[in-house]
């Protein structure tokens, strides 16, 4: 079976206080690894797609990387609006196409 | 605008009122899916639909139903609801079941609650 452990469950800091998350996976054969975005009250909202590992994508401050066993998603000098939940999900080569989520890391950005 | 719609966004019901959760999407999407999402226990599959007339259970499928007889609608149904399935839930659409199926587009979701 699929699993994501995300950590920490929460992170506060500073505006322009660069960190990283993390997003360690158990999968039989990945067919990919996804990175979202969720606003309170609203919907998951798509970032990044990594496949292999080595692979990495930016958007922004946000820049997501990929090894065999984790991904981790650095912020760079984040703004108060990059403040949301990250949720990491995977793709298992036995799962039917079931993406598995983590639990999510609650990222606050402080002015 | 590309979106995916649900209704209704906020509903109180009581113990085994049947309910609907309508789900629909304007992407021509092929692959759709249901999520509830609780606390401490983050998203969890309940159905999903690979294209029309396909349907396949999640990780937690009991107490729902779905069909689909459209490709842009993916209903969610409650026959009986219980306290239980209070949460709040989920609908998404990707292009492709096959390729890129991660890279969902979910709505804005629905809260249930069932006293």
Redesign the interface.
């Given at each position: 079976e699929d699993q994501v452990t995300q950590s920490p469950e929460a992170l506060r800091l500073q505006e322009g206080e660069s960190s990283s998350l993390n997003c360690s996976y158990t999968v039989s054969g990945l067919r990919g690894l996804f990175w979202y975005r969720q606003d309170p009250g609203k919907g998951p909202e798509f970032l990044f797609t990594l496949y292999s590992a080595g692979e990495e994508k930016e958007k922004e401050r946000l820049k997501a990387t990929l090894t065999k066993k984790e991904s981790f998603l650095h912020i760079t000098a984040p703004k108060p609006e990059d403040s949301a939940t990250y949720l990491c999900a995977v793709q298992g080569g036995s799962s039917n196409y079931k993406l598995t989520f983590g639990k999510g890391t609650l990222l606050t950005v402080n002015p | 605008e590309a979106q995916?719609t649900q209704n209704p966004r906020y509903l109180i019901t009581v113990t085994g009122k049947k309910l609907t959760v309508t789900c629909s999407q304007n992407m021509n999407h092929e692959?759709m899916s249901w999520y509830r999402q609780d606390p401490?226990?983050?998203?969890?599959?309940i159905y999903?639909s690979?294209n029309v007339e396909v349907t396949?259970k999640?990780?937690v499928p009991e107490g729902y139903k779905v069909s689909r007889k459209e490709k842009r609608n993916f209903p969610l149904i409650l026959e009986s609801p219980s306290p239980n399935q209070t949460s709040l839930y989920?609908c998404?659409s990707s292009l492709s079941?096959?390729v890129?199926?991660?890279?969902?587009?979910?709505?804005?979701?629905s809260r249930l609650t069932v006293l």
């Open positions: - | 995916v692959y401490g226990l983050g998203l969890r599959q999903y690979m396949d999640g990780d989920f998404a079941g096959q890129n199926t991660g890279e969902l587009f979910f709505g804005e979701g």
